[in-house]
């Protein structure tokens, strides 16, 4: 078996566990020792296979994030970002993700789902900060969640 064969393999091991970016799945290629010319025949192989694909990654990826709590706004960006994922198709992911959720729904929810017992009316201001810190880090607004959690409109 020639090197780009055993990268190719190598490459599929890596997606059967999970899609990658073409940067992730570059870095992972690099960590093996497979390089340059080697690299760029297996993505392009890939690519053409549909096995590949930096678009719908990150949609999937962003979605469960947005589905399960892990992520909204800046965060997902961040997160995209560091995964290797080009910024036209972070922003396009991002925007398609803002059109279909709406940011207020997804605080309800994960204030449901996490904090079940918690009512901005009746919390103390510590247990307001400490719900508001843990719905911050994960990208939303610091306005909006003024506006739940101090009104719950």
Not at 25 to 48: F, I, N, P, S
Not at 99 to 115: G, Q
């Amino acid at each position: 078996m020639d090197l780009a064969q055993q990268a190719f393999a190598a490459a599929l091991r890596i997606l059967s566990r999970r899609d990658h970016s073409e940067a992730e799945l570059r870095r992972k290629l690099a960590d093996r020792d497979y390089h340059g010319d080697v690299q760029d025949v297996v993505v392009a192989r890939l690519k053409g296979l549909g096995y590949l694909d930096d678009r719908r990654s990150a949609r999937l990826w962003a979605e469960s994030a947005v589905r399960n709590g892990r992520g909204f706004g800046p965060k997902l960006r961040m997160e995209l970002v560091r995964r290797g994922f080009p910024p036209e198709i972070v922003a396009e992911v991002l925007a398609g993700i803002a059109a279909s959720n709406d940011e207020r729904e997804l605080v309800r929810d994960i204030l449901a789902r996490k904090f079940p017992s918690f009512d901005p009316v009746t919390a103390s201001d510590r247990e307001r900060l400490r719900v508001m810190g843990y719905l911050q880090r994960r990208g939303f607004s610091a306005g909006l969640l003024f506006r739940i959690l101090r009104y719950d409109e």
